[in-house]
C-alpha cells in the first residue's frame, strides 16, 4: 500500500492524527504545534513512532519570523492562537469561559512553502490536510503557495460571518470557501461546530 500523508496544522492534543499513525502503518504524519505543553503531550504519546509522526513546534501562517502566541489555557488549549480575540464574545458566544488569554509566549513563524523549501520536504501529494489555527486557516493556505497543489483533500475551520468571529483576524465561511475554490478545490461538507452555528469546519478535495 502507498505511503498515506499526514498533514495535521495546529494539531493540539493530537486527536486527529495521533491514533491514525498509531493504527496505520503507512501514514505519515507531520504535526505543527507551537504550545510547549502540548508538544511535550504529543512527544511523549508518539515516541513508539517517533519515525512516522514529526512535530513541528511552530506555528503556521502566512508570514515567516516571530510573534507573540496567545495561549488559553482552560480545556485542552484550544483557544490558544496567534490571533486576538474579539470584543463581542459574550454575546454572540453565550456560556463559554475559554476566550481569555492566560499567558502570551513568543513562538516562531513559518509560512508552508518556506518550511517545504527549508527542510527539502519532497512528496508527490498530502492525502490529508487537517488544519485547525484558531482563525489563521485561510492564512496558512495562502502561505502554501504553490505548494497547496498536493493537498488532494482536508478540513478547515472558518467562522460563518464577520460578526461571530472568535478572532478579530479571522475569516468567514464565504471567504474561505471563495480562495478554496479559485485554487481547485471543491467543497463536499460543512459541519457547525457548535450550538449557534457560528463556526463551521469545510470539508474540500482537489477536483
Not at 490529508?128 to 482563525?135: E, L, R, S
Request: proline share 2%; net charge negative; charged share 25%.
Amino acid at each position: 500500500m502507498d505511503t498515506f500523508v499526514l498533514f495535521d496544522i495546529g494539531a493540539n492534543w493530537g486527536c486527529d492524527s495521533l491514533e491514525k499513525t498509531q493504527n496505520n502503518k503507512n501514514i505519515i504524519t507531520w504535526a505543527f504545534e507551537p504550545v510547549p505543553e502540548l508538544i511535550e503531550i504529543l512527544s511523549n504519546k508518539s515516541i513508539e513512532y517517533t519515525n512516522r509522526y514529526t512535530i513541528v513546534p511552530n506555528a503556521v501562517s502566512d508570514f515567516d519570523g516571530t510573534a507573540q502566541f496567545n495561549i488559553s489555557a482552560p480545556g485542552n488549549w484550544g483557544c490558544s492562537s496567534l490571533n486576538n480575540f474579539s470584543d463581542n464574545l459574550t454575546e454572540t458566544w453565550p456560556g463559554r469561559t475559554d476566550f481569555k488569554v492566560d499567558r502570551t509566549i513568543t513562538v516562531q513563524v513559518t509560512r508552508l512553502d518556506t518550511w517545504f523549501k527549508l527542510n527539502n520536504i519532497e512528496i508527490e501529494k498530502i492525502d490529508y490536510f487537517h488544519c485547525d489555527t484558531q482563525g489563521s486557516d485561510l492564512k496558512v493556505l495562502q502561505g502554501m503557495g504553490d505548494y497547496i497543489s498536493l493537498i488532494q483533500e482536508g478540513v478547515v475551520e472558518c467562522a460563518r460571518e464577520e460578526i461571530v468571529k472568535i478572532y478579530k483576524e479571522n475569516h468567514t465561511k464565504n471567504e474561505m470557501i471563495s480562495f478554496l475554490n479559485s485554487k481547485g478545490f471543491e467543497i463536499t461538507r460543512e459541519e457547525s461546530n457548535d450550538e449557534w452555528d457560528n463556526e463551521f469546519n469545510l470539508y474540500f478535495k482537489k477536483i
